[in-house]
Nanobody, 121 residues
Framework: QVQLVESGGGSVQAGASLRLSCAAS????????MGWFRQTPGKEREFVAT????????YTADSVKGRFTISRDNFKNTIYLRMNSLLPEDTAVYYC??????????????WGQGTQVTVSS
């Protein structure tokens, strides 16, 4: 069982930066691939980024490539999403997830409760 708690969201202006964190419980954190997804009301959940168990492999959605960076610290049982040059269209609830494979799909086993990011123009 893995429990995930996101933090770091907030309200910022366009062009600003934020760093989201996702703290995981459980001693097997370093065996899981981790992902970030986001969702706005009325829309499907959207893949943002994923990272494999060691941090050696990452995938980032085209919509955020070059602006967002996913990373992890297995000693702290935490993953991060560094978001630079934020745009109003980045406004969403951001969720982290844990699963067996670093995939762009939603096939993750555990999900956090989400953290709100609001970007104003």
């Amino acid at each position: 069982q893995v429990q995930l708690v996101e933090s770091g969201g907030g309200s910022v202006q366009a062009g600003a930066s934020l760093r989201l964190s996702c703290a995981a419980s459980g001693r097997t954190f370093n065996t899981y691939a981790m992902g970030w997804f986001r969702q706005t009301p009325g829309k499907e959940r959207e893949f943002v980024a994923t990272i494999n168990w060691s941090g050696s492999v990452t995938y980032t959605a085209d919509s955020v490539k070059g602006r967002f960076t996913i990373s992890r610290d297995n000693f702290k049982n935490t993953i991060y999403l560094r978001m630079n040059s934020l745009l109003p269209e980045d406004t969403a609830v951001y969720y982290c997830a844990a699963g067996a494979v670093a995939t762009k799909g939603g096939s993750y086993d555990y999900w956090g409760q989400g953290t709100q990011v609001t970007v104003s123009s």
